[in-house]
């Protein structure tokens, strides 16, 4: 992984080349956590992203080359994202913290001037329509994206099309057992890409009883119904089933490693320097 001023160098000569290549400098709140780590990694190896802070609650005061297992980095942990973003110079914050955080770190990037990308998810309505009106009147970008991972997107995108044809639907998600919220941000976003799709059509009878409470998972607006599964072992996965006519079809994509959401994160960094306002989802800035 190259230290800053290795980067530097390397940039100064890109710059004496292709004029046009412009260096972001990033935030990221979260950087202790499982996500948050995966993107130090992705920030720190691409050579037009320079990591200028990281905030945490975890490992205040350690260099995030220490956290990472590489050498010193010259960036340490910090817990005050404020203070954090007044003085590194970021262009853009990448949160990957928790539900109960990710509204007022977004809403204190925007107030700061610096481009948030979201990938936390569990934001409320309302948190989410006020980022809406304060990135409009900061005109700045921001992205936010239940679903880095380009095949959960194609996934999407898919079950969309299917519920065309075959509106009679139903999604399980399943996770890690130390994932807050549920159903996943994933879930929703495929579920909405669905009711889009199919209109007015409602599934499930009225009369349906449950004799264990949520046996029949929870229920979308046209009663599409999603089943989150939280167990050890599991990263991110999720199948939307179809049921047809003597038929079922099932569309099911697979994280296996954080690994997967990290183009999806840098393609975001790029994204968000050029746009005003919000993008939620991925899909936005990837498919015509
Ligand atoms: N969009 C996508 O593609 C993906 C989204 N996610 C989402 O990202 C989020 C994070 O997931 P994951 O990395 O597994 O979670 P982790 O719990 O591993 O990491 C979150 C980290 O953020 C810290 N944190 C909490 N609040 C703040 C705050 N205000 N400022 C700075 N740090 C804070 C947590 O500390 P503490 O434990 O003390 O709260 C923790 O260290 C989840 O909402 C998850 O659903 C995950 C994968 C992909
Ligand atoms: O918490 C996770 O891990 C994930 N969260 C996101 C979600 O809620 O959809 C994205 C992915 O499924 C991993």
Partial sequence: MPGREEKTGKLSRCFR???EIIVIKVAVSG??????QEVLKTVLNAED??????????NEGQDVGTLLGTGPQGVQITSDLAEALATSGADVLVDFTRPQSVAANTITALQAGVRPVVGTTGMSREDFEQVVD??????LGCV?????AIGALLMIKF??????YLPHVEIIEKHHDQKLDAPSGTAVKTAEAILEQRGEFKQGLDVEEEKIEGARGGKMPGGLRIHSVRLPGFVAHQEVIFGGVGQTLTIRHDSISRESFMSGVLLAVRAVMRLEG??????NLLFE
């Fill in 17 to 19: 080349y292709y004029r």
């Fill in 31 to 36: 950087a202790s956590g499982r996500m948050g």
């Fill in 49 to 58: 992203t320079e990591l200028c802070a990281a905030i945490d609650f975890y």
């Fill in 134 to 139: 304060l990135a409009q009147k900061k005109r």
């Fill in 144 to 148: 936010i994206a239940p679903n880095f």
């Fill in 159 to 164: 079950a969309a099309e299917a519920a065309k």
């Fill in 278 to 283: 919000v993008v939620y989802g991925l899909e």
